[in-house]
Each structure stands twice: as structure tokens, then as C-alpha cells.
């Protein structure tokens, strides 16, 4: 138990689909972050949140939406999503400011899209 | 575009033996951290090295940082079934927190 949590842990979808990835952790933490897992890929950032402002977005397509309303919880809105999107997607947390590079992550939700 | 290469990619050996993975970039890191993922979850820290040449051991396990911040390897000592994995390298930089990762290295350990 990691302090991170993640919901749903598997995902089918259509593409023409809507779903919502939930993130939440209980640390007390104020970054959260998602990420991509392909199989034989260095985990992909996708966005940070630093105090509730998003403060990276690697060149992700709209199709993925994040949303944090607070410093504890984290979504993913997805729509319209590629087979080349089925991943593992990883919602991690740290505290940012005092330089604390160490990330918490939960277990992921894997996604499969059809 | 910073890169951190992990090698092998795969490694499978028999409970008992000996084995080293190694991370290695062109970019120098402020730290470095060690993490191992399982099936069905998502990573675990093992361990974070800072000072270039530091060694750090964790039981059988043995992690050192390169001299000049840019590498690192582990070295884990008579493998168990428990040790297999995802291994998975991330080096932080100076200028952010966020961190480099690595493809890994999947370790199977068969009994």
C-alpha cells in the first residue's frame, strides 16, 4: 500500500468511448503526475500538477483531459481513444517543494481500447 | 532530449545466482533512484544514490552511482524468486524535480 490509489484497475473501451481515470493519494503531497507504460518504453509523462496547476503537458493529444481539483485527487478524461493507446497508466504523487524527487506511485489502471 | 539506457532489457537466471543491471546516460544527475515494479502494480522505490561513487546496500542487493553522476548499476547477491521484476532506473536533474526514466530491465528468477 503505497498511499496511492487508482480506480478503475482495467478498462475496455470503444473508441468512440468516454471514460474517466481517478487518482487519489492520501500523503499529504502537493504534485501529482500521470504517466504512460508501454511495454519495452521508458514511462511516458504525461502531466504534472504542482499545487493544482498543471504545469507540464508533453505534448499529449486532446483526446486525453486531465483534471485536478485538489492536491489529493487526479483524473484522466478519456475520449476518442486509439488502439495505440491501450497502455498501463500511472498516477503518481510527491511533494515537490522540498525537492523530494521520490514518487509514489498506485497500481495503475490498464486500459484497453478496441 | 535526456536518455537514460538500461541494459539488459531482459535477463532470466536460476535462483542463486549472481547478476548486475546497469543504467547509463550522457546526462549528469543530481540523483538517482532505483525502483522495482511488480505484475499488477505500479513502481516501489528502492533506493536513491546522490554523492558520485556512492554505494548503498539494501540486504543482497548493492547499488552504486558512478563518479561522475552519470551511471549506476546493481548488483544483486545469490537471486530468489522474490527478486523478480520490473527494474527501473530514473535519474533527477538540477533544474526540476521531475524525473528520466528508463526502459528497464525485466528480471525472472526461476527456483
Known amino acids: 500500500e503505497t498511499g496511492v490509489t487508482q480506480t478503475p484497475r482495467h478498462l475496455v473501451m470503444g473508441m468512440t468511448n468516454k471514460k474517466s481515470l481517478k487518482c487519489e493519494q492520501h500523503?499529504?503531497?502537493?504534485?501529482m503526475y500521470w504517466y504512460k507504460q508501454s511495454a519495452k518504453k521508458p514511462l511516458e509523462l504525461m502531466f504534472v500538477y504542482n499545487f493544482k496547476e498543471q504545469t507540464e503537458n508533453n505534448s499529449v493529444p486532446s483526446r486525453f483531459s486531465p483534471e485536478c481539483p485538489n492536491s489529493s485527487h487526479l483524473f484522466l478524461h478519456l475520449h476518442t481513444l486509439q488502439p495505440e493507446d491501450s497502455a498501463l497508466y500511472l498516477c503518481?504523487?510527491?511533494?515537490?517543494?522540498?525537492?523530494?524527487?521520490?514518487?509514489?506511485f498506485g497500481p495503475g489502471t490498464r486500459l484497453l481500447v478496441l | 532530449t535526456q536518455l537514460l539506457e538500461q541494459s539488459p532489457q531482459f535477463l532470466s537466471i536460476q535462483e542463486g545466482e549472481n547478476l548486475t543491471v546497469y543504467c547509463n546516460s550522457s546526462s549528469v544527475f543530481s540523483s538517482l533512484q532505483w525502483y522495482r515494479q511488480e505484475p499488477g502494480e505500479g513502481p516501489v522505490l528502492l533506493v536513491t544514490?546522490?554523492?558520485g561513487g556512492e554505494v548503498k546496500k539494501l540486504k543482497r542487493l548493492t547499488f552504486q552511482f558512478g563518479d561522475a553522476r552519470k551511471d549506476s548499476s546493481l548488483h544483486i547477491t545469490a537471486a530468489q524468486t522474490g527478486d523478480t521484476g520490473l527494474y527501473l532506473c530514473a535519474g533527477a536533474l538540477d533544474s526540476n524535480y521531475q524525473l528520466i526514466w528508463g526502459a528497464g530491465t525485466k528480471l525472472i528468477i526461476k527456483p
Open positions: 544514490v546522490v554523492t
Open positions: 503518481a504523487s510527491s511533494q515537490a517543494d522540498r525537492n523530494e524527487e521520490t514518487q509514489y
Open positions: 500523503l499529504g503531497h502537493n504534485a
